[in-house]
Nanobody, 123 residues
Framework: QVQLVESGGGLVQAGGSLRLSCAAS????????MGWFRQAPVKEREFVAG????????AYGDSVNGRFTISRDNGKNTVYLQMNNLKSDDTAVYYC????????????????WGQGTQVTVSS
């Protein structure tokens, strides 16, 4: 069983930056595909970014491409989401996800999910 704990959320002004972290435990992190998703109030869950485990291929949602960067540190069992030039529309709860299959967008059926961290962008 894999446990995922997100951190790094908070309140930031529009145009600012945040870095989210997701610490994983309970599995072989280097062999897990990792993803970030977000969900704003009254909206459906949205894919943000993903990274597979085999060759580090990346994928980004259209609304964040060019502003957000996903990365992983297998030595620290952690995946990061660097968020730059934040906008009010980025306000949401951000979730980390993991799967032993080598998933990447458009696959979104990750097996393990964290509890989420709130990101609020003030305009």
């Amino acid at each position: 069983q894999v446990q995922l704990v997100e951190s790094g959320g908070g309140l930031v002004q529009a145009g600012g930056s945040l870095r989210l972290s997701c610490a994983a435990s309970g599995g072989t992190f280097s062999r897990y595909a990792m993803g970030w998703f977000r969900q704003a109030p009254v909206k459906e869950r949205e894919f943000v970014a993903g990274i597979n485990w085999s060759d580090g291929s990346l994928a980004y949602g259209d609304s964040v491409n060019g502003r957000f960067t996903i990365s992983r540190d297998n030595g620290k069992n952690t995946v990061y989401l660097q968020m730059n030039n934040l906008k009010s529309d980025d306000t949401a709860v951000y979730y980390c996800a993991a799967d032993a299959r080598n998933l990447l967008w458009p696959r979104t059926d990750y097996t393990y999910w964290g509890q989420g961290t709130q990101v609020t962008v003030s305009s």
